[in-house]
């Protein structure tokens, strides 16, 4: 028989893997050479890190971000053409309509962003996914009981599978109804669904299919403001404003839109996709904070 037991591991730059079985050091302590003398009951520890519930969220945003950064930057005041590339002996042109600089530049860009807001999704998608089996876990396994040798791998591999089938949006409300208090998030994620949509589908044009209940395509992202007051009226701050009196500076959490027509092209500066990734990275670093507490592991016998 297996004894099962609970026992939590806060640590960070853990790797991203968020269930672990392992045997107790007290299990293990000694050597026993006949099976005679093998224990009854081994114990088994699951650990649970909350970092790796943000890190897959944090390490897309990161990284998308980051490349979108250089990427842009790096197609900046350059003539674009047709590159030649130099391989198995011979040199290699693809060579597709003709079309200027500027429009070969915005397909970079679409192409870019389309790239981007793939890995953000998808982030946003495990780091819920991760908090989903953290949750489950702790239901599973908060109470030591007796199980059959490889019962728990079992459990957590049918948490695992349940938590990948799951649609987004049940999947976000079953997070939200264990954690210590629910995160909304679920009209971002799909705004973020449909830019993406329509920058891997139709170039960044809207389309029809890319319409939601506005007429035209919305992207909505919550993100910090720091902002002052005149009068009932709140302004964001600028980067560099300076007063000729003291002024109180408030610091906020607002939910931006982005809209574009049908037949307009989704475009994007290089800081405000670094403001969306931003957003996602805070999503996830709050999904983790918020997660329910690991009971405390008894006294093993």
Known sequence: M?????????????????????PARAATRRRRKTR???????????????????????????LAAHVVDECIRGLADRE?????????????????????SDERRQNYHSWLFAKGFQDLARGVRSSLEEAYIYIECIRAFGE????????????????????NKMPFRPLLQHVNAGLQQPLN?????????????CLEHRSGVVGEADVDDTGGLTLKIPRGRAFFRRGDEEIDLQAGQKFEEETQVFYGVKTYTMSYAIGQRV??????????????HVF?????????AVPAAPAQA
């Open 2 to 22: 297996v004894r099962s037991r609970i026992w939590c591991a806060l640590r960070a730059g853990a790797k991203p893997k968020i269930c672990g079985i392992v």
């Open 36 to 62: 005679e003398e093998m224990p009854d009951v081994v114990h088994q520890e699951i650990r649970l890190d909350a970092n790796a519930v943000a890190a897959p969220g944090q390490q897309a945003a990161m």
């Open 185 to 197: 998030f679920e009209a971002e994620f799909q705004s973020l669904q449909k830019v993406r949509n």
């Open 144 to 163: 030591p009981r007796p199980m059959q040798p490889g019962e728990a791998q079992q459990i957590v591999a049918k948490i695992r599978a349940a938590a």
């Open 80 to 100: 674009l053409g047709v590159p030649e590339v130099q391989s198995i002996g011979m040199k290699i042109v693809m060579r597709g309509p003709e079309i200027s």
């Open 284 to 292: 996830a670093g709050e999904l983790a904070q918020k997660l329910p």
């Open 267 to 280: 475009a994007f500066a290089d800081a405000e996709f670094y403001a969306v990734a931003f957003a996602c």
